[in-house]
Nanobody, 115 residues
């Protein structure tokens, strides 16, 4: 059974930082592309960042230079370091594992950026 479990969300002031973590089980982690998505109320889920199995990374333009995705294949973990947070970063953040036509999702973790 595949499980993705996110943690690290919370309330942070504008300009602050948070680090999200996602632990995976039930998959051969190293061959999966791992991504973070986010969804705000009334909005569609959007891709934030991806770490491919080959080690490359991609970011949405809205987070480039502020967020960093990383992975630890040995620990089956993927992280999202979020710096210089803005109120518009407020959303539920989801971890995603993808390989060909297979995709798995975590339950999400709430990030709220407010003063």
């Amino acid at each position: 059974q595949v499980q993705l479990v996110e943690s690290g969300g919370g309330l942070v002031q504008p300009g602050g930082s948070l680090r999200l973590s996602c632990g995976a089980s039930g998959i051969i982690f190293r061959v999966y592309a791992m991504s973070w998505y986010r969804q705000s109320p009334g909005e569609q889920r959007e891709l934030v960042a991806t770490s491919t199995s080959g080690g490359s990374t991609n970011y949405a333009d809205t987070v480039k230079g502020r967020f960093t995705i990383s992975r630890d294949n040995a620990k089956k973990m993927v992280y999202l370091q979020m710096n210089s947070l803005k109120p518009e970063d407020t959303a539920v953040y989801y971890c995603n594992a993808r390989l060909a036509s297979s995709a798995f999702w975590g339950q999400g973790t709430q990030v709220t950026v407010a003063s």
